[in-house]
């Protein structure tokens, strides 16, 4: 599979955005798919993930709440819905897939086959 991400941009704290992750071949239902994100000068790290099938949504505890993975099946798009955001969550943010991800290993980057690009979120105070 490949990865187009988009979707990012400036927003005042405490709005909210969308990030949109197209997902192109053949998507099947185990295939897990996550969102990372990278701040300048900090590892990556992970935000949210789930199984295409849409079952096994897990997100970190810093976006808990605020945050949420969703995927449409139809349109092989995941999305991320972030409300209420904060200037730390600030970063770049990168969605990956891979087929052969076990549960609980979706929060690990390495676990993860496939990367898109990189879409920018930035969120002034």
């Known amino acids: 599979v490949q990865l187009q991400a988009s979707g990012g941009g400036l927003v005042q704290a405490g709005n909210s955005l969308r990030l949109s992750c197209v997902v192109s071949?053949?998507?099947?239902?185990?295939?897990?798919v996550a969102w990372f994100r990278q701040a300048p000068g900090k590892e990556r790290e992970f935000v949210a993930a789930?199984?295409?099938?849409?079952?096994?949504?897990t997100y970190a505890e810093s976006v808990k709440g605020r945050f949420t993975i969703s995927i449409d099946t139809a349109k092989n798009t995941v999305y991320l819905q972030m409300n209420s955001l904060r200037p730390e969550d600030t970063a770049v943010y990168y969605c990956?897939?891979?087929?052969?991800?076990?549960?609980?290993?979706?929060?690990?980057?390495?676990?993860?086959?496939?990367w898109g690009q990189g879409t920018l979120v930035t969120v002034s105070s």
């Open positions: 990956a897939a891979g087929p052969s991800v076990i549960l609980s290993n979706l929060r690990s980057p390495s676990a993860y086959t496939t």
């Open positions: 789930n199984r295409f099938s849409g079952n096994y949504a």
């Open positions: 071949g053949r998507p099947f239902g185990r295939l897990a």
